[in-house]
């Protein structure tokens, strides 16, 4: 997609200039800007959840940095739903945050919103900031301290119950 739009670029730089000859000279070198073959390559992860059972989560590395993958319990489910909106500071429902008929499955980068440290995975599903004690709830919502927005859940899907991608939307979504 990136080369399309450098090629788009290209074409109507080509068409301003009528110069194809100087545009032709110049390509490699805005080739060579664009993302190499091995960022491209960790450009998504695929994660087997297989052994998540349910409390338990995975931090997995992707395009370096944390992402948390857990299986929410019930009950960490139901306070994710029941949370009071308008005391959050950043208001989202918790179903805008998951996949429908996987709303077991939270998956958001590991990294605070405030100023980007490794919140911690608490055991009760809810996420601790250790540098400047943002608390974020089983929705990954801040609930308090200094982050002034949600843990960013990134793109991702399910390929089948056991893998997940992070890093894409569904193609037919
Ligand atoms: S970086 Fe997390 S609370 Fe400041």
């Not at 390509?27 to 959840?49: C, M, Q, Y």
């Not at 996949?99 to 601790?128: A, I, R, Y």
Request: glycine fraction near 8%; hydrophobic fraction near 40%; include cysteine.
């Amino acid at each position: 997609m990136v080369d399309k739009k450098r090629r788009d670029f290209i074409v109507t730089t080509t068409v301003a200039f009528g110069a194809g000859g100087a545009i032709a000279a110049t390509w490699p070198l805005l080739k060579s800007f664009g993302p190499s073959a091995d960022v491209l390559a960790t450009a998504t992860r695929e994660v087997d959840i297989s052994n998540v059972g349910a409390g338990q989560s995975v931090k997995v590395l992707w395009q370096g940095k944390p992402v948390y993958i857990r299986n929410r319990t019930e009950e960490e489910i139901k306070m994710a739903r029941n949370a009071d909106l308008t005391s959050l500071k950043d208001p989202e429902r918790d179903a805008v945050r998951v996949k429908p008929n996987k709303e077991n499955w939270l998956v958001v980068v590991g990294v605070c919103t405030h100023l980007g440290c490794v919140p911690l995975s608490n055991t009760d599903g809810t996420f601790f900031c250790p540098c400047h004690g943002s608390h974020y709830d089983t929705s990954g919502r801040v609930v308090s301290g200094p982050a002034p927005t949600n843990l960013v859940v990134p793109d991702y899907y399910f390929v089948n119950d056991t893998t997940v991608i992070v890093g894409a939307k569904e193609k037919n979504v």
